[in-house]
């Protein structure tokens, strides 16, 4: 069964940082292109990052190009995602998903439960 | 970016009743096109990817159909697991874009 639990959400101030962890078990996690995603409280969903399979390259959100950085480590099955100069609007639950294949194909089968992360003093 | 423009945002009907939601890009996405079920506190549900290819185990009552800039996905029957918010996803190109949802509600 397919598999992926979040970790490291909380409360933040602005300005501060945070590291979010996805565990993923089920699949073989080396073979998947990975994303976040996001969704304010009330709010829609919206895109914020992606990794290839074997985390040579990534994509990001205008709105979170160069205060977050998406990494992987296939030997532990585990997505990342640091955040840094956190601001109230990333306020949202993120969300670890997976591609529907084992390629290259941006739309998801399987997402986490989500993790809350609240930006504020 | 490519805007997805959902319609309507949200809307109240009945069980038994066709549904119809339509999604907007802005610049053609061919097929590039997904559609996911919310229901409130929980994660999205892939129902509908390739514009109109049902995802394993999704009801037949749910299909999706449309390419270009203009998609549609129709609720043959609505059924009362089916109240939730739907959302479209363009993936043609990044960054990946949603559509703003529409909210099912019970009549």
């Known amino acids: 069964e397919v598999q992926l639990v979040e970790s490291g959400g909380g409360l933040v101030q602005p300005g501060g940082s945070l590291r979010l962890s996805c565990a993923a078990s089920?699949?073989?996690?080396?073979?998947?292109?990975m994303h976040w995603v996001r969704q304010g409280p009330g709010k829609g969903l919206v895109w914020v990052s992606r990794i290839n399979s074997d985390g040579s390259s990534a994509s990001y959100v205008d709105s979170v190009k160069g205060r977050f950085t998406i990494s992987r480590d296939n030997a532990k099955n585990t997505l990342y995602l640091q955040m840094s100069s956190l601001r109230a609007e990333d306020t949202a639950v993120y969300y670890c998903v997976r591609d529907r294949e084992a390629t290259d194909n941006d739309h998801f089968d399987y997402w986490g439960q989500g993790t809350l992360v609240t930006v504020s003093s | 970016a490519i805007r997805m423009t959902q319609s309507p945002s949200s809307l109240s009907a009945s069980t038994g009743d066709r549904v119809t939601i339509t999604c907007r890009a802005s610049?053609?996405?061919?097929?590039?096109l997904a559609w996911y079920q919310q229901k409130p506190g929980k994660a999205p549900k892939l129902l509908i990817y390739s514009a109109s290819t049902l995802q394993n185990g999704v009801p037949s009552r749910f299909s999706g159909s449309g390419s270009g800039t203009d998609f549609t996905l129709t609720i043959s029957s609505l059924q009362s697991e089916d109240f939730a918010s739907y959302y479209c996803?363009?993936?043609?190109?990044?960054?990946?874009?949603f559509g703003g949802g529409t909210k099912v509600e019970i009549k």
């Open positions: 996803q363009q993936y043609y190109t990044y960054p990946l874009i």
């Open positions: 610049q053609t996405i061919y097929s590039y």
């Open positions: 089920g699949f073989t996690f080396r073979n998947y292109w």
